[in-house]
């Protein structure tokens, strides 16, 4: 079974920091683009990260522009984790975080997600 | 930035009737266009990919159609499960973006 589970989330202060891990199981994980798509509470999704699959030359990475320079996207091929260093969080973070497996062009699956919550 | 709008915002429909969702795109998507449903408290879930091919395990009623700019997800008889909301999704350039999402409500 395809599966994506979160964890790392938690209540933060503003400015502090989080890393969050996705473990990937029953699929290749290293032939597969992944991405990081939030959702605040009660509103819209929103894509905030992407890395390609692992090159020679490295990965290609993607930023939204409201996380650029504050958040870190990576990957560990090796042990089928997808991960995101969060700093210098702000209170328009919080959301539940969902890791997502990109197949061609399409999002799937979705883990559960997890919630990270930004307020003092 | 594409920007995808959707509408209705809300739509009240009742079983057995035929749920018609719409998604314009602020710049053409090409063919990448993909529809994910999401009920309270779950993640979202595949649907339909590249505009009207369905997603594993997901029922006949459910299709997709359009190009380029406009695209339609239509439920052709509702069932009372199909209470969600909606997004459509482009991926066809970074940043990949979602519309703002089709609440159906089955009375």
């Known amino acids: ?120 | 930035e594409i920007v995808l709008t959707q509408s209705p915002a809300t739509l009240s429909l009742s079983p057995g009737e035929r749920a018609t969702l719409s998604c314009r795109a602020s710049q053409s998507v090409s063919s990448y266009l993909a529809w994910y449903q999401q009920k309270p408290g779950q993640a979202p879930r595949l649907l339909m990919y590249v505009v009207s091919s369905r997603a594993a395990g997901i029922p006949a009623r459910f299709s997709g159609s359009g190009s380029g700019t406009d695209f339609t997800l239509t439920i052709s008889s509702l069932e009372p499960e199909d209470s969600a909301v909606y997004y459509c999704h482009q991926r066809n350039k970074w940043p990949f973006t979602f519309g703002p999402g089709t609440k159906l409500e089955i009375k």
């Open chain 1, 1 to 120: 079974e395809v599966q994506l589970v979160e964890s790392g989330g938690g209540v933060v202060q503003p400015g502090g920091s989080l890393r969050l891990s996705c473990a990937a199981s029953g699929f290749a994980f290293s032939s597969y683009e992944m991405n990081w798509v939030r959702q605040a509470p009660g509103k819209g999704l929103e894509c905030v990260a992407f890395i390609s699959r692992s090159k020679s030359s490295g990965s290609t990475i993607f930023y939204a522009d409201s996380v650029k320079g504050r958040f870190t996207i990576s990957r560990d091929d090796a042990n089928n984790s997808l991960y995101l260093q969060m700093n210098s969080l702000r209170a328009e973070d919080t959301a539940v975080y969902y890791c997502v497996r990109e197949t061609s062009t399409w999002f799937d699956p979705w883990g559960q997600g997890t919630l990270v919550t930004v307020s003092s």
